[in-house]
Structure formats: structure tokens, C-alpha cells
């Protein structure tokens, strides 16, 4: 019998609360670059390991360090002086038995690839500069992961999931998502790195972009403003969707038009300028920061699906919650902590503690035999949160 | 009139809470050693700036990055084959009017100096290489850096903070303070690299330490057992003056003496074979992770402590909150959020949220303006928060 | 009146020395390709300069360091484990007036398109990291730069040139040649790692060629002696244009087929796999390494053409020598010798050392007008080296 | 039998010839510090080697690239604003059997304290970052190496060495030898990089130093010019104990006093300030860069003493010359050249060439079995070379 806890709380609904903050860092934002390289080389990692020798090996390729280049932004134009640089940094197995890894280079590629994929506007032929220093894992672990059976925790270590998401942190989520894939497909000027600040007080949402605009797409200062309009409105419609309290969403409000500082740059993101980032400090793995939910410092990027249990418990237990919260009526919002117990097989874990506020009317004891079908389906299946990380189905950031 | 609320809030408080998880990445833990160095690397700037120009100016040294080295642990020796590369990234003012900061050697020095002060096995002159690329920060901040007045706010960004300690938190704490501080100075094979991981599970707290131990002191296996039974049992004395629910206390659980897979080390620290480390992914400012406690994922170390309202809010959160608790009869719990906005003096917050959970018998009405007194008057005198930091005062990990 | 020297000299004509030694670093040679991108990134940089502020600035980019990868050669395949690692280095003039120069983006760029050109299956996307850490150059010099007069000399240095080739250095020079622009795109196979060594014993010439081979393009061994069968037949056929002398040509002579140590590479290149390579070891700027000849140890590549006296001067004196050696009747050898004097115009070199050996029947002092016309046309017209340096007309390597 | 030959060649004596031309670049040159470096943690490697498994392994250190630092000099002090970033590049042997051994560790910390030993004013722990990528070197070569028989040729290459000196290469040497050893002592802001150029034109000698000065302890320009009065004074009685010709020397012809431009350093090189160096790029392992004689281009510092032939036979043959110019009577000019054959025991090369200019009156002939006789024992004692350079009693630039 797995150990699986279904208790209610008593905390105050997120809706209700008085202050509600939240956050999520762009696809181009520094930080969100160096999660996304980490997590795609990790994934290219998998993909390699299962083509030459049918298993995932063991490897972490969590800390893809990025030092912000220097850039000369310019309306119709402007240059990046002194490119991006980039170090991918981790461990990876290179070798099993007779079978070399191609490691290093396959990260280089992938890197270069996730780029090109996600930016129209940075060159990856010269403003960035990508070195590269994947050291060789532990070799005792080979054998481990070799094996074809359910891993052992690597750790004492836990994950954290909530659902459903407030207004406020769909909003932020949703804005981010829609400006960077449908407003920017329009707007060539609307650079990959956003940042979405979200303050509920009461009853008014305040919503904060922060958008890297593209110098070369724009005229004059007019031009800008006219681009910030746009994607306030676009913005603005979002939200809309998601909420019938007040909004009040403000644009780039460092700009200051009399000295001419204002977020224009060359490529779409700060990394052009100043602007350095690491992995793990932005977006949990739902794609949020926040503080008033409970967190887990883990980085969830680039670490390795098989057995890093702080990636798959953050992952299952988001999962999890959003699955209850869909399925389970009378189930206001659901708190999962998953702890793991060193040595184990990672489907066992030492507690999974399911923290529920009911809705009105509705109480937990009714709830639970639901909720913990939930619970033993996922714990059941947890190699399919591999599988979905391997095959790209898992957003980590 | 600043914007200070003080409400009720009703959650369970934290020590009726069913389950707790606390964390502290000791001193030699890879990510703290980064900590550690772009936070003495930014003191050590300030203080360059201070003595040359009478002013501190924008920097942000915050993304140092370790890449972990190669090494063969043996009992009675051992050797450190590759050595830990350290890459010191950020940004700095290298020269206002006509002053040069000798920026970049400074920040090596400090560097390598901040290693040699906190690793008694770690040898600076073979078995770490450290590089820099500290960038030149913006220009257009140097004006507003040498300024005398309340600096402005540089982003929408937030603080938070909380007091007392639990029961759990304390242990987690000291545990390793102890360890570091104590027991390393009487067991010299008790390496800097500590980990522990608290869980509170009802009345039973099980205390997990990993601790780097340095195979020079150690002669055999027995050895190495018995420096583990020295630090469980110091553990556990330290645990017991802070509880007296039930203890259990763990060291190095991933331990295979069958296979020899234990955790020895050349130097103390885990950094010296595979383990890389980042600034911001480990303790929050408070010296914890507590994923049961609102958290800002904001990497407070390395931050100037100037301008940078991640840092300043975050670490004048949890002071505000510490007196509050410490002073004000009839606190059980307080959080505090102080929420910024762009562009005004920092002394000028957008809001400061006062949560508290009253001891029993105690309105949150009568106990108001003794709180709002505390957070009034470190609002008064936020400039001191930068004086602890430059002197050493506060700690960011 | 320029200080030009004509002096007959009594040493033994090249051909009837005893023994003659010569040596040819292809193209994709590590040291080679160092030189090749420090030589492009210094034209890249004097276009842009002209671009953008019509003179071209100081700058010196030739520190190009090549660290090699790993690869795992196989016939009909094999894999780069380990990017190649190059590291750009040198100095530049970021910035002049108003006028920012884009110098290590633009470094980049040109590093990867010099690869891209210039080898068939070295892949730039995967196999090659490219760093840059190049320099601002000093302040100074910028002035001095942006003039249009006749630049001063940098340095006390010296240039030497000789012509025509002996026998041996034609034929050293011209396999490479012919192997990479011609035999080459006929059989993939041929590597672009070409390294000839020619020695003369006598009247015996014995010619040894290491050519990187690439797996991909090669079923077996028999493949692979089939290959080094064609090379052998066309470096023959090369070489008997230029002499009647006995010819003895040998190919990867360090090929062991007992044991597979052949020259196998995945890329084409040694720097795949532990061949490590610098600016300024290979080829003199006649394309050789003549050690029974007189030679400069200065780097010509990646300097800058304007005022390096070392690389003008070795360009100048080689030309001066090659057109003495060609129109001035009479004339077998001719060796030049070009002194700098620091502070004066490069026009105005200290002395032209002319040493020639006439032919049997000629007088040096009939020859040295015509000697001295050449050598004032080539000071005259100094300025030509530049523009043909620029256009890439003239090698350095 | 060994085939050595010995001819008499017709050249022109040295100090007959009308033009010569000699350069030494001295300790504290980026690139002699780059040969210093490279040589030495060759030499380090060589003795771990021996200690360990009492065999030299495969290893070349021949790469180490210098990226100069920035500073600003001032008299009475001046700073290092960005430190000198030295790469240490090469290949090494990292295990062999069950033995592993700290290749990157030791080339680290001997890199720190050959910086240490050989500069007074350069302080390894702020002013200076080295970083190390020295790759495992190519383990079929393993046994060959732990072979006790004379090793078998690496390559198909060659060695040049002559002697005696010429009075011009005397005081080219001697001047930056005695400046270093001994005025340095006594005069501290004498800097380690010292270049002496010597250009000899029929009976006059002209010396130019160029010789970084400290500013530290210089007051003023009065100062600084007192430092090159003795400077100058101090070499024109080293040169002068060497020749009876006209004797001309500078100091520091660059300097410009109106515009304050002098060769003034903070730390007594010219790498703190945008000299960047490379191996092999310096001396020739006579200590002297010849152009008017015959010279290899093969980097002698950092390359293996076991195998590597182009090192060993630089080595070899500039002993063999000066042991026969000091032994044998009648012998005005030697000049050695040795062939290798590849894969036969070094101590069997292909040829030995001994070309020799004799005294007036003597026969080559007559000298030819003394001659031979110097270079039979050294061939046959070969391995004398590799315990000198290993002792370091071998200087290789």
C-alpha cells in the first residue's frame, strides 16, 4: 500500500486572498534560455542514449550559464557589438560498454537548433558564442540506468503541484503565451523576451509587461509607443478571457521617452545587453513563479527523466493536481507534496500529501477514494512522465 | 502615509501543519559556494567603489557558475585530477568620470580569497581554476548610482519574509551552523559540503545530513562510520535543545558499503567530482528552502544593494518580520510581502502586506501598531540594509 | 635616397647545396587553419573599418588558439565526440568617435564562414565551438590610423623574402596545392589535414605526405590503400613538372594496418582528435617553412596591414624578391632583407638588404639598376601590400 | 653505421657577412612566458609521471595561449583592471593501467608558480586567470612510452642548431640574461619583459632595448629616464666585453615624453595590457630568434622529451655544434642539421648533417673525425637530452 494522505485545509481560497502575486519569465527572457537549452539538450541526450542503446544513461545538464553580450540597439536597425555567450555545463555519460556518446557536439547542436527555433531575430552565427563543458558522469551509475525496471529515488528530495490556476495566474501565463505565439507572428517589432508580472489586490488585477522590442522594425518613437499600444490591447483582450474583475495593464514602464531609454533592442531579448541567466531561478515547471503557492527551488530543466526524482515529483505532482482538480468535482483547489525516499523505487514514494479545499458543500472524505484513484493512476504510469519529458509533451519552465 | 497593511490570515499554523520540509545547503554545498562568492564578490565592489569614488555604483554580480571538477577520493589521500572551474559572471561600472575600478582582478581575488577563508582542505592554487567575465553595467545607471538621495526602485518585483522559525526550520538551521562552525573544528575529515533536509511528519522530525567527509583524516571503513556516528550524535544534540518531539537523524543515507559507494572526498566539497553549482538555487535569504513558506525565487546574493529590490525587499522582509515576531507579544506567525514599484524610492513601497496569526487570546487589531512601528521604522531606515550588507552584516544564503 | 643595398653573395646556389628541407602545412592543418581565420577575421574587420569610417583602425587578430576535440573515426562513419575548441584572441578598435564596430560579432561570423568555405565535412554547427575574447586595442593608436599619410613604422623589425623556389619547394608547395583544389573535389575522401614534407639528399628528392583520410567516404582497408594509391599516383604526377631529379613519394608513412592505426578522421582534419593548433608556427607568407633559408618568426597572419612592419615587410620583401627573381635577367637567387626603423614611414625603411646570386656569366653591379627599380617601385607603391592584403590577394600562409 | 655527414660549406663567415640581424625576447615577454609555462608544466608532468609509475608518459603542453589583461599604469602605482587570461592547452596521459594521474591540477598550480618564480610584480592571485583544457592524449601511445628502449621517432621532421655565437648574438643574449639576473636585483622597476633586437651593419652594432618599466617605483619622468640611463648603461658594459666594434644602444625608442607615452607597466609585462603570446612564437631553443641562420619552426617548449623529435633534435644538434665549436680546434662555424625517419629509435636518425666553415688554415678533413666523434657520443647518449630537460638544465627559448 502506498503511503497517499488526502486531508483538507483550512487556508484561505487563492481568490480570496487579499494580495496575490505571480509572475512568469518569457521564452526569451535570459533565464527561460538557459531552461530551454538545458531541458533540449537533455531531451537530445535521451533521444541519443535510446538510439544507440536502447536506455537513457545518466546525465544533468541543468546549469547552461549565459553571459549577457554588449549590443547598440537602434530604431531601423541597430548591432550586438559583442555576441551572447553561452556554456553549457553538466554531466552526461559518454560512453557504455563499446558504445561512444557523442555528447558534447550533440549538445552543441541542440543548443544552436533551439535557438533557431525559438527567436527570429538572434543569430546564431554571430551574436552568440556557445562553449561548451559536459564533464563525464558518474560511472558507477551506469548499470543502473541501463536497467529496464523502475529507478531508485537519487535522492531525499520532494515535488510540488497545485491546481487549478486563479485568474491572476492564468493571466499571466495566457498573456505571455498569446504574445509570443500569435501577436508576435504579426508583429515582427514584439521581441521573445516577455516577462509577465501579476499583482491581485482585492479586486484589481494589475498586470506588468515587460517586452523586448526589435529596433529594426521600428521608425521613430512613435512607432514604439504604437507597438506597446498593440500589445496592451492584445494583452488587455486576453485577460479579458480569464476574468471579470478590474485590469489595469501597463507596458514597459521603465521607459522613460525624454532620455530615450526605452527597452529596444537588436535580437528580442536583454541577453543582447546586460542581461544574464541561469537556469532554474525563473518559472517553476508550470510556468509560473509563485510565492504565495508553495514552491520548490529544484530545477527542473535539463535534469536527467529517469531518475532525478526533484524533476519528475515537481512534474507528477502538477500533473496530479491538475488532473484532480479537472476530474474531481467539489475539489476547489488541491495542494500535492511528494516526498521521496532515497533508494527506493521512485513509484513508491515515502507520502504523497494531498492537501484539498473543498467547495462549498462538498467534503473530503466524499472526495478522497476519487482523488486517490488519481493519485495511484499517475504513481502507477510514472514512467509515462519520462516518456511525455523525452518526447517534448512536458513544458519544465 | 505609506501603504502598510496588517491583516489576520487563518492558516494552520506551521507547527500544526500535518508536514513540514525544510532545507539548508551548507557553506561547501556547490550552489552556496556560488552564493558565496557573487555575494563577496558585490561587498567586495561596494567597498571599491566607496573608497575610490565616496559612492557605490550599479553592479550585479549574481551568476557566478561552477563547473564541477574530477576527482579520485581515497582514505588517506586522494587526488583532485581536474580541477573546479569557476566563472565569475556580471556586470560592473569600471569607470565613472575619471576613475578606474580595477573590477574584474578584484573580483578574482575576492574569489579566490573567499575560498581560502571558507575551505580548510580546498586548495586555491591547484584545485580551482577561476575565470571572469564581468561585463560593463549600463551607463545611463551611473548617474543614479552616485546620487546621495533614497535610490529608485529598478523593477516591479517583491520581498518576502517570515518569523519565528519552526521547530523543523531551527534544526535544519543550526544542524549544519553547528556542524560547520563546531564539529568541523574538532573532526577535520568533516567536510564544508552539508546538506540537510528536515521533514516534520506529525510529531516525528526525521533529519536527512549529507556531509562531504575528506579521505585524508580517514584511515578505513571503521573510520569512516564512526565520523558519521560523531556527526549523528552531534546532530542530535544540537536538534534536541530545539524539540522534544521525536528525532530521528540520518547521515549520508545513499551510503553502499558493499560497493564502496560512499562520500568521501579530496577537498569537503561535492564540486570537486560532478557536482556543478548556481547562485539563487539554493537557501533563500533566510539560510532556508522552505517550500511550506511563501518564497521569491529572486537570487538575492550578488545583488548591489543599492537599487535591486529583489534583494533589498527580500532581506528586509525577513528582518522586519524577525523583530515583529521577537518583539511584539502575541505573534505566533508573521509573513510579510513588500511589493515595489518601479521608479519610486525604495523607502516608498507599493504595499507591505503584515500577515499574522495571533497566539491564542491575541487580536491582530491591538497588535497593529506595534507592527506597523517595526516596519515603519525599517522603512525609515532601509538605507541600513545596504550598510549590513556592505559590512558583512546580513547573510543572502 | 632610401638606403638600398645590392651585394652579391657567395653561397652555394639552393640546388647544389647537399641537402634542402621543406615543409608545406595544407589548409587544414591546425596550425594552418588558425592562421586562415586569424588572416580573415583581420580582413573582415579592415572592410568593416572602411564600411563604416573609410580608414581602417588598428587591430591585431592573430592568437588564434585551436583546442583540439575528440573523435571516434570509423570507416563509413565515425563521430566528433568533442567539438574542436577555438579560441579568438587579439585587439581591436571598438569604437572611433561616434562610431561603434560590431569587431566580435563580426569575428564570429567570419570564423564559421572561413570554415564553411574551406572544408567539406567539418561540421560548423556541431564540431566547432568558436570563443572570442578579443580586446580593445589601445586608445592611442586611433588617430594614427584614421590618417591617410604613409603610416610609421610599429616596431624595430624586419621582413625577409626570397625567389625563385628551388625544385623542392616548388613541388612541396604545388602537391598541396593541387591535392586541395583538385584532386580533392574529385575524391571526397581527401581530407583537407594535408601536411608535405620535402626532402632533397643530392639529387633525390623524397617526398612524405600526411593526409587526413575521412571515414565516411571509405568501405575497408582496401579503400583506404586506394586512396593513399591515387594521392601517391597525383602528387607524382605534380612533382615531375618540376624536376628530372629521382622522386620518391611516400603517404602516411605512419600508417600501421596490424594494429588500425591509420589516419583516419571523421572531418578531415587532425584537430578532431588531439592535434592542437597556432598562429604563426606554420607557413611563412611564401606559403613554406624553409629552414635552409633565411626566415622571420613573425606571425604575418591576423596582423594588421597598415603599420605592422613585421607583416608588411615579410609581404614585401617576398614580392620584391619574386619580381626581381622574375624580370631582372641574370639574376639565379635573390634574397631580401627589409629593416625598420620605429618612428619612421614604412616607405622609409632603415635599409633593403638585395642579395643576390647571379647567374654563371652575369655581374651583380649591371643587374642592380634594374634590382633597384624593382625595389623603389615596390616602396613607392607600399600601400598596394594593404590593398592587396585587404582583397585577400596575397596569402599569408 | 650512423650516417653523418660532414662537408665543408663555402657561406660566408657570420661576422663577415655585411647585415645580420638578431633578436631575443626575454623572460617576461608574453610569448617567453607562454614557452616558460608550456615548458615547465611539461617538465612538472614528466617528474609526476616518473614518480608515479616511473615512466614519462605521452603529453605535449606546447599551446599555452596568453590573452593579454587591461591596465593603467601610473607612476607611483597604477592598476590591473582586467586580469591576464592564460589558457594552458595541450594533451596529456591521465591514466595508465590502474594509475590516474592530476594532469590538470598540476599543470595549474606549476602554471602559478612558474609566474611566481620568474616576476616580481605580478600577483598570481588577482592579476592573472588560468584556465587548463588539456585533453587526454591518444592512449595507443601508452606502452610505447612505458617502453625503457630508446623510443622510436614521433614524426618525419628535423633539428637545426649552430655555434658558435656571433659577438651580435653575445650581446643580443647577454644584455636581456644580465638585465634580468642582475640589474633587476638592484633597480626594482626594472620589468622581466625585456626585448633586445641587434642589428649589426658592417662594424657597427646597434642594440634596442625594449624593457617594460614598474611604475610603482618610478616618481616622475626624470625617474623614468634615470631607469633607461642605467639601463643603457648597465647593457653597454655587458655588450662591450663581447665586441671592439662600434657599439650603439636604446632604450625604449617608442617612448614618446610629449604625449606621455612610455613603456611604463604596473606589473613589469606587457601582457597586462594588450600583448597577447603564443608558444613557439619566440627564441628558437638557442635562446635567439636568427633569421641569417638556419632555424626550425618547431615550438621546442612544452613538447614531450621522450618522442618528440623536432624538440629533441632543436635540442640535440644546437648541443653537438656547441660542443664541437668548443672542442675542436679549427672549427670557425658548425651547423648541424638532423633528420628523423619515422619510426625508427631516435637515436638512428636518417642523416646528420655537419656543414662546417673551417679556420683559415684548416682542413675539413682533418677535423672531420673529431667532429664525428662529438656527434657519435652525443647520438649514443641521447637520452641525456631528456633527463637534462626533464632536470631543467636545458633552457628551450
Not at 3 to 28: A, D, H, S
Not at 345 to 361: C, L, M, R, Y
Not at 373 to 395: F, P, Q, S, T, Y
Request: include cysteine.
Amino acid at each position: 500500500m502506498k503511503n497517499i494522505l488526502v486531508e483538507k485545509i483550512n487556508n484561505v481560497p487563492i481568490e480570496e486572498q487579499k494580495v496575490e502575486i505571480v509572475e512568469r519569465k518569457g521564452i526569451g527572457h535570459p533565464d527561460s534560455l538557459s531552461d530551454g537549452i538545458a531541458e533540449a539538450v537533455s531531451r537530445a541526450l535521451c533521444k541519443e542514449y535510446l538510439r544507440k542503446a536502447d536506455a537513457v544513461f545518466h546525465h544533468n545538464t541543468d546549469e547552461t550559464q549565459i553571459v549577457a553580450g554588449r549590443a547598440i540597439p537602434e530604431m531601423g536597425g541597430g548591432e550586438v557589438i559583442s555576441p551572447i555567450y553561452i556554456l553549457l555545463v553538466g554531466r552526461a555519460t559518454k560512453s557504455f560498454n563499446d558504445i561512444s556518446f557523442a555528447t558534447d557536439t550533440l549538445a552543441l547542436k541542440t543548443a544552436r537548433d533551439y535557438i533557431r527555433e525559438h527567436f527570429n531575430n538572434l543569430d546564431v552565427e554571430s551574436q552568440v558564442a556557445i562553449d561548451c563543458r559536459i564533464g563525464e558522469g558518474s560511472s558507477d551509475l551506469k548499470d543502473v540506468f541501463a536497467s529496464k525496471s523502475v529507478p531508485k529515488s537519487n535522492d531525499t528530495s520532494f515535488g510540488v503541484g497545485h491546481a487549478p490556476f486563479s485568474e491572476t495566474e492564468k493571466i499571466t501565463y495566457e498573456i505571455e503565451r498569446n504574445l509570443y505565439n500569435t501577436l508576435r507572428n504579426k508583429e515582427p517589432s514584439i521581441g521573445e523576451d516577455i516577462k509577465v508580472m501579476g499583482l491581485r489586490d482585492g479586486e484589481d488585477i494589475m498586470i506588468t509587461i515587460s517586452n523586448a522590442i526589435i529596433g529594426r522594425y521600428i521608425d521613430d518613437m512613435e512607432g514604439y509607443k504604437e507597438v506597446k499600444e498593440k500589445i496592451k490591447d492584445f494583452a488587455m483582450g486576453v485577460a479579458r478571457r480569464h476574468t471579470e474583475r478590474s485590469l489595469d495593464i501597463q507596458v514597459n514602464t521603465a521607459d522613460n521617452y525624454d532620455n530615450g531609454e526605452i527597452f529596444l533592442t537588436v535580437t528580442g531579448t536583454s541577453a543582447e545587453n546586460g542581461d544574464d541567466g541561469s537556469v532554474g531561478r525563473g518559472n517553476r515547471c508550470n510556468g509560473l513563479i509563485t510565492p504565495c503557492r508553495p514552491m520548490s527551488m529544484e530545477a527542473t530543466s535539463g535534469k536527467n527523466p529517469i531518475n532525478h526524482i526533484g524533476k519528475i515529483y515537481n512534474l507528477l505532482s502538477t500533473q496530479m493536481a491538475r488532473e484532480i482538480a479537472e476530474k474531481v468535482d467539489g475539489v476547489q483547489e488541491v495542494y500535492i507534496k511528494i516526498l521521496s525516499q532515497i533508494g527506493q523505487p521512485i513509484d513508491d514514494p515515502k507520502a504523497v500529501s494531498t492537501q484539498v479545499i473543498p467547495k462549498t458543500g462538498n467534503e473530503v472524505k466524499s472526495l478522497e477514494p476519487d482523488i486517490k484513484a488519481v493519485v495511484e493512476d499517475w504513481l502507477d504510469n510514472i514512467i509515462k512522465i519520462r516518456e511525455m519529458v523525452i518526447a517534448g509533451k512536458l513544458d519544465t519552465f
